[in-house]
C-alpha cells in the first residue's frame, strides 16, 4: 500500500503539488487523472523517491521512502518499475541489452539467466524478436513496450506508468492498454497509471484520483466516476470525449 499525507511540492516559489493526501491500495490498477501541468508525473515521482517532499510524508507498504539512508531507498526502488512518458530508453543500446539493464546493476544473475529473464520479459510485451535492435530500429509503440519489459525486469510489486500512451496511434495505444491490464494479473503487481486520457482511464482502473489546480479534488472507484456529480470533473471527462451517465 502506498499512502501519501500532506504532500507539498513547489519548484521556484511555484506551487505543483499542495496538500496531497491519497492512499493507493495493494493489487489492482490505480489512475490519476488531470489537466497537463496539474502535478500528476511529479506526484509519482514522489512515490518512488526520485523527488523529496517540501512537505508531507510519502509511505511504501509502510515504510517513510523520505527518511531512508541512499542505501535503504534504493531497495526499495528495485520493488518498483516504471514505465517513463518517453521511454527513456538508452539509444546506444540494444532492446536486450536495455531490458538487461537493471539486472545487470541489481542483481548476481548469470549471463544466462539475464538472457532467459530478458526474453521472457519481451515475450510478455509481445516483442519476443527485437533483441537484437536498436531504439532507432523500432516505433514509438514499441519503444515504449520495451521500456516496459525493462520495467518489470525486476519482477516488480508496484508498476507506475507516467503517460503511457502519449503520443501512440489508437491501436498501440489498446495494445498498451491491454499490456498494462495483463501484467497486473500476471504479475500481481499493484498499477499506478499517470494519465490525461479517459478512455484509457476507462478500460484499464479500478480506481482514480483527479488532481486539479496542484489538489486532490476527487477519488473514488471508475463506477462512481461514471456517476460523478463534480462539475469540474465532469468536464474533464466529456474533454476528453467519454460521456457521463446521462441523469434524469
Not at 40 to 64: F, N
Not at 67 to 77: D, F, G, K, P, S
Not at 110 to 131: N, S, T
Request: one cysteine or more; glycine letters at 8%; charged letters at 25%.
Amino acid at each position: 500500500m502506498i499512502e501519501i499525507q500532506h504532500l507539498y511540492k513547489s519548484f521556484d516559489g511555484r506551487p505543483v503539488l499542495e496538500d496531497i493526501s491519497l492512499t493507493i491500495p495493494t493489487g489492482g490498477i490505480f489512475a490519476i487523472i488531470g489537466r497537463s501541468g496539474s502535478g500528476k508525473s511529479v506526484l509519482i515521482r514522489h512515490i518512488i523517491g526520485l523527488l523529496k517532499p517540501d512537505k508531507g510524508i510519502v509511505r511504501v507498504d509502510g515504510i517513510d521512502i523520505n527518511r531512508l539512508e541512499y542505501a535503504e531507498l534504493r531497495h526499495v526502488r528495485q520493488r518498483f518499475g516504471m514505465l517513463f512518458q518517453h521511454g527513456a530508453l538508452f539509444d546506444y543500446m540494444t532492446a536486450f541489452e536495455n531490458v538487461a539493464f537493471p539486472l545487470r546493476m541489481f542483481t548476481s544473475c548469470g549471463e544466462a539467466e539475464i538472457r532467459e529473464r530478458v526474453q521472457h520479459c519481451l515475450e510478455m510485451v509481445e516483442l519476443p524478436d527485437v533483441g537484437p535492435k536498436k531504439p532507432s530500429e523500432l516505433s514509438g509503440g514499441m519503444q515504449k513496450r520495451v521500456a516496459l519489459a525493462r520495467a518489470i525486469a525486476l519482477n516488480p510489486e508496484y508498476i507506475l506508468y507516467d503517460e503511457p500512451t502519449s503520443g501512440l496511434d489508437p491501436l498501440t495505444s489498446e495494445t498498451i492498454n491491454r499490456l498494462i491490464k495483463n501484467l497486473a494479473v500476471e504479475l500481481n503487481a499493484t498499477s499506478v497509471v499517470v494519465t490525461h486520457d479517459m478512455h484509457q482511464v476507462f478500460t484499464v482502473a479500478e480506481r482514480v484520483a483527479f488532481i486539479y489546480e496542484h489538489r486532490l479534488r476527487w477519488t473514488g472507484t471508475v463506477e462512481e466516476l461514471r456517476r460523478a456529480s463534480d462539475p469540474v470533473l465532469n468536464e474533464f471527462i466529456r474533454a476528453g470525449a467519454y460521456p457521463v451517465e446521462e441523469r434524469c
